[in-house]
């Protein structure tokens, strides 16, 4: 079973403090993906990465950055939180071999900045 | 650019009635891919179908069928004889072949099933 885990599923931040949000898969996917997912508006793409170390800017990547220096692991960084930042963010992760194309999530993490 | 709406955002049926969520879509692609997913109030997404673009017939899993109508850019999700373990969000999403595996997601229909 495919298994994606996000370091935690609820954190209190405060506006300017730098956040970091870690997402880890087991099934050796070379795609990972960071989302925010708001009322009404759905699952927003931030960033992705297709490789180690490789990111690409997904719809909304303002005030986020990214880093992925090992394969099973992609980081979501604020670095200075905001108000308009509290989100429920998902992590993904889908293998580039074959057809396949799906997408396995993580439960999410729910960010409050205060 | 592609887009994905739902236009329902919340529905509410009593057990045992049929259900149809509906998934309206936009790409200029020609090939491309479409999904559903549920989000059961644990949070985790849960994949529950792909179809691509080349292959229109219907498909039935259970209590579950999806209806993909090429030309009205439809791909709709029935379910048939609701249980309230189906109360969840549901997410219509799209990708195109070129995207680099990137789905673009509708808004998301909250379903509520009540006993």
């Known amino acids: 079973d495919v298994k994606v885990t996000q370091s935690s599923r609820y954190l209190v931040k405060r506006t300017g403090e730098k956040v970091f949000l870690e997402c880890v898969q087991d099934?050796?996917?070379?795609?990972m993906f960071w989302y925010r997912q708001d009322p009404g508006l759905g699952l927003r793409l931030i960033y992705f990465s297709y490789d180690v170390k490789m990111k690409e800017k997904g719809d909304i990547p303002e005030g986020y950055s990214v880093s992925r220096e090992k394969k099973e692991r992609f980081s979501l960084i604020l670095e200075s939180a905001s108000t308009n930042q509290t989100s429920m963010y998902l992590c993904?992760?889908?293998?580039?071999?074959?057809?396949?194309?799906?997408?396995?999530f993580g439960p999410g993490t729910r960010l409050t900045v205060t | 650019a592609q887009k994905v709406t739902q236009a329902q955002t919340e529905i509410s049926v009593v057990e045992k009635e049929d259900v149809t969520l509906d998934c309206v879509y936009e790409t200029r692609d020609t090939t491309y891919y479409l999904f559903w997913y549920k989000q059961p109030p644990s949070g985790e997404l849960v994949f529950l179908i792909r179809?691509?673009?080349?292959?229109?017939q219907n498909e039935i899993s259970g209590r579950y069928s999806w209806n993909f109508q090429k030309s009205t850019s439809s791909f709709n999700f029935t379910i048939t004889a609701s249980q309230v373990v189906d109360s969840a969000v549901y997410f219509c999403?799209?990708?195109?072949?070129?995207?680099?595996?990137?789905?673009?997601f509708g808004g998301g229909t909250r379903l509520m099933v009540k006993p």
């Open positions: 993904a992760s889908s293998s580039s071999q074959g057809s396949n194309y799906e997408q396995y």
């Open positions: 099934m050796d996917h070379e795609n």
């Open positions: 179809r691509n673009s080349f292959d229109e």
């Open positions: 999403a799209l990708m195109n072949n070129n995207a680099g595996n990137m789905l673009t």
